[in-house]
């Protein structure tokens, strides 16, 4: 007759399987909900998914420390679930104090530029490190009870299959979150559906249950519970939209002037402008309207707006040029669904492309008389839309006469960025010139043609009158851009740390 104990390693040995696969599953589906999480707050740059793995890495190191452990002096599979169920509940908390935890953090570091970095690691070690240990320990306890059922001499085989089985969890979680879970059903539903889905394994291993079963059915309950707000309320306006696209956070911000504003992410830019009684807005997309003109003697049949957001551009291309075609490229596909509800997009010759811009330029038959980048992921412009092969392909796409425009967003009084992009585009293009329309926003234009800031103020007359303002401020800040600078190429173009110097240096005061 069979020992109570050797029927409970053996009942363990049939479950461990299915709870170290979910537990696999829960530990990475939580890490990259937690990217997300932090998005609306810090962004969701290299920097921030660079502290969120490695605090997922060092957490787990320690859990799987800590569990082997404990394992040796508790190899029991009651404990064991019992630790599971805590990460569920951990898990399930998680979504819940973010919100103040993350709008106090960011309060805290506004003051300066270089919050990305501090903030994220505090917010992720505060967050998801300990939910994330837990998790850790259970793979070295699982494989300890399973020796024990298993017997020494199958020790290796049990540890491999339970690697492997943790591993396969680890893929389908991560793949489960970021394909379904988070554009399907958001963050927060998210983080509850794999915390419960920790406490379903944990309660199907558990002997007895009935002292784990309110964990699974207070978590389903509060995935009943309305999503709500993502983040608060906006200090200079009211939210009237906000959503969880594939790609990131966006809101849309309203003003007591009946102004609205495109915010990403954590809300440092300002990414699309709507005034409700003009197209003009006293910015730099303003300056995208006259600057093909400096080299292209005629208005031109078809640009290419690379980062169009919600059409704040490509809006006043059609009031000023309905003649002309205009290709809004944006790696978001939510957000001309956005521009056309909030921020009066559209029009006959408006086509919205859902397409990252570098491969939709190398794949395009259009040929465009300019072609505007504005395309960030706050602060930095991917670096792959910075280099002398970009601006190449860039130049195969323009008409004769064509222009690339490019929007280079900085700190105020840093001119690192905009130096290296104009040595970058003067490899490429015998005419290179920039304006600084904004402190923290200057516009390049290149060309194989010269560049001509009195013709481009005659052009605009000839367009619309709107248009002279603009064209003249522009004409008297544009110049040559400097010589030297380095030149970036798809092998080298290390712009995320130049930002960050940038960025270090101003917020230092240098």
Known sequence: MQ?????????????????????????????????????????????????TIGV?????????????????RRPR???????????????????????????????????????????????????????????????????RIGIDAVGPAQAGALAGRLYAVSTAGSLFGTLL?????????????????????????????????????????????????PAGGIKSQAAAGRVIHEEETRNQYARVIERADGSRVLELNEGQAIHSLYRPATVLTGNYWDTALVLPLTALPREPERIAVLGNAAGTIARAYGRYFPRTYVDGVEIDERLAPIGRRWFGL??????????????????????????????????????????????????????????VIVNVGHPERSDALENVLAATMRAS????????????????????????PSAMVDRAARTHPDLVPVASREANLLAAAPAGGDVYTDDRAPVEWLIDRSIVRYAAGG
Not at 56 to 72: C, E, F, N, Q, T
């Open 177 to 225: 979150a970021a394909l379904v879970l988070v554009p399907g059903v958001g963050t927060r539903r998210t983080f509850l559906i794999f915390a419960l889905a920790l406490a379903l394994a944990a309660l199907l291993g558990a002997v007895p249950r009935a002292r784990f079963a309110a964990v699974p059915v207070a978590i389903a309950a509060l995935l009943a519970l």
């Open 429 to 452: 293009f015998a005419h290179v010139s920039m304006t600084h329309t904004q402190p923290t926003n200057t516009m390049i234009v290149a060309s194989d043609r010269p560049i001509d």
């Open 56 to 72: 997922v890495l060092v957490a787990l190191s320690i859990g799987y420390w800590l569990g082997g452990k404990i394992a040796d």
């Open 77 to 143: 599979m009651g404990d064991l679930c019992a630790t599971v169920m805590l990460a569920a509940a951990l898990t399930a908390l998680l979504p819940f104090v973010a919100k103040p935890l993350l709008n106090a953090g960011v309060d805290a570091l506004e003051s300066i530029e270089a919050g990305a970095f501090a903030g994220s690691l505090r917010a992720t070690l505060a967050l998801i490190s300990v939910p994330v240990l837990v998790m850790g320990m259970v793979a070295p306890w699982a494989l």
């Open 346 to 403: 559209g029009g006959r010759r408006f086509t919205a492309i859902a397409a990252d811009a570098r491969p939709f330029l190398r794949e395009t038959g259009n040929r465009y008389d300019a072609i505007v980048l504005d395309a960030y992921r706050q602060p930095y412009i991917p670096f792959y839309l910075t280099t002398r092969e970009f601006f190449e392909l860039a130049d195969d796409r323009l008409t004769a006469g064509g222009a």
């Open 3 to 51: 020992s109570a104990t050797a029927i409970e390693a053996k009942f363990a040995a049939r479950r461990l399987p299915a709870l170290v696969f979910v537990v696999g599953a829960a530990a990475l589906g939580v890490e990259i909900a937690a990217v997300r999480l932090l998005a609306p707050y810090f962004g969701a740059s290299e920097v921030v998914w660079a502290n």
